[in-house]
Nanobody, 121 residues
Framework: QAQLVESGGGLVQAGGSLRLSCTAS????????MKWFRQAPGKQRELVAG???????NYADSVKDRFTISRDNAKNALYLQMDSLKPEDTGVYYC???????????????WGQGTQVTVSS
C-alpha cells in the first residue's frame, strides 16, 4: 500500500526556518497532486500549500512569500521550505497525496503520520 512519511519538524524561534520532507512509498507519486496540511490543538485542519503533478503551486494566504512547496519525482519526495516562521505556524504538519488513477475518475488518497512544528516567541 502507498505510504507517506514526514520528517524535519522541530522547535524553532520566531523568524527561523525549517524544511519538511515527505517521502512517498507507492506507484502513483508522479501522477499525484501533493499537499501540506497543518492542524493546531483546538483548530480545524487547514491547507497550507499544494503542488500538482505538473508542478503548479498554490499557498494559503497566511504563508504566501514565506513557504515554498516543491517536489522531486525521481526521489518520490515532497518538500516544504518554511522561512520567517511565526508562532501561529505551530501545529502538526501532514503530507497528503491524491491521484486520479483511471478515466472514470477513481482516486487514491493518502495521509502521512504528521510531524510537529513548534515556533516559540
Amino acid at each position: 500500500q502507498a505510504q507517506l512519511v514526514e520528517s524535519g519538524g522541530g522547535l524553532v524561534q520566531a523568524g527561523g526556518s525549517l524544511r519538511l520532507s515527505c517521502t512517498a512509498s507507492g506507484r502513483t507519486f508522479r501522477m499525484s497532486d501533493m499537499k501540506w496540511f497543518r492542524q493546531a490543538p483546538g483548530k480545524q485542519r487547514e491547507l497550507v500549500a499544494g503542488i500538482t503533478s505538473g508542478g503548479v503551486t498554490n499557498y494559503a494566504d497566511s504563508v504566501k512569500d514565506r513557504f515554498t512547496i516543491s517536489r522531486d519525482n525521481a526521489k518520490n519526495a515532497l518538500y516544504l521550505q518554511m522561512d520567517s516562521l511565526k508562532p501561529e505556524d505551530t501545529g502538526v504538519y501532514y503530507c497528503y497525496s491524491e491521484a486520479v488513477v483511471n478515466v472514470e475518475g477513481a482516486k487514491v488518497t493518502r495521509w502521512g503520520q504528521g510531524t510537529q512544528v513548534t515556533v516559540s516567541s
